[in-house]
């Protein structure tokens, strides 16, 4: 019997797992991949850590948090400064003083304040209804036209004036002349990637194990050999999508070795924001940790519909899947067996800071007591 099932090898079952462990519990953990670490899994590639789902940068304000992890890896002092390729045309990312300066020459926070003031003046005072105005209300139309607008188009496959506008309400603006997309006080990247923070969490002896098994070919069994089961894949499928199925946006990571190119881009993350390029980004991994090898590893990264059996990657929290999510949060919440955590089990958008958290919060609350 074990005390603890939890389905998903990812940071928050990961996280769970290793606390449970080091309080005595017998734990065993099921993948349905055929690695560990969910969407943080990093391989090397020519000496290379890959982001194998996506780039994946860690940042934090919270010094429990960022103290946790780094007992796990030895963080690099990476920050992420975006460039965005509009057409051939380079700009800094977050929208800074140095990207005013490349699209208007001005040089003063008052003369950028000013040209966005003028441009923002189209919308005659009218609260923003949509992503376009909400967009056009914090950077007006060129940065909109040149940064955004095909950007998010191409990200979620919507017109951006039918986006609603709290996706870009935190968008990071400045004055000053900073790249620095976090604005967190701790950020980094774990020198020899992330797969090494959960073999380290999982390599607990009270921990077993295994991969390549999908929670739902023996679910009743699972139920039968487990005091408890922490469930991170999608809340739906558990429920055989009994009131229907929720919706996310997938990807589609195309990865390329080029031998003998030491440097393709010169930066980690370009964003290509402009509709005629399929891609969203190219990210070129060895500038996370700095590396000098003599090839280098790109992945281009096309946004795609989600349909059953693709990879959920973000979930889509419009009013409709929030509804839905709420009536299975309903049935989730009468399971006594069933715990559902992580990005999947809550169908919420979590950083990795986020996940740690809740998962040390869920330690707290089923363990109790000091880790
Ligand atoms: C493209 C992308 C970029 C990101 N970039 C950043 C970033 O820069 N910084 C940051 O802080 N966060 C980033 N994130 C978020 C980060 O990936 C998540 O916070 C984190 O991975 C979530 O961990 P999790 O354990 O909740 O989920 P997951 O990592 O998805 O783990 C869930 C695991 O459960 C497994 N599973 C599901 N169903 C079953 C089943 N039926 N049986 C067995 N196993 C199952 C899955 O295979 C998966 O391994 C990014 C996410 C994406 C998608």
Redesign the pocket.
Known sequence: MNDYLI????????VFAYEAAKKHKKVKV????KH??????TESIAGIQVHR???????TDNQEIWDYVNQFAEFNRYT?SPIANFHGEIYNLPFNMNTFNQLWGVVTPQTARKKIAEQRSILKGKSPKNLEEQAIALVGTDIYLKLIKEYTEKQWGIPANELPSFIIRRLPVRYTYDNNYFKDRYQGIPIGGYTQIIEKMLSHENIQVDTN????EKKEHYHEESKKIIY???ID?YFDYQYGALEYRS?IFETEQMKNVENYQGNAVVNYTDKETPFTRIIEHKHFEFGTQKDTVITK?YPKAWKRGDEP??PVNNSENNHLYKKYKKLADQQEQVIF?????QYT???????IHAALKLVQEELGGRR
């Open positions: 389905v998903g090898s990812g940071l928050f079952g990961a099921i993948e349905k991949r560990i670490g969910g969407n943080i899994y789902y996506g780039a994946h940068i860690f940042h992420n098994v999908d929670f739902f991170t894949g999608m499928q990807l990264e990657y973000y955590g992580g990005r999947l089990g958008y979590y950083d990795m800071h986020q996940v």
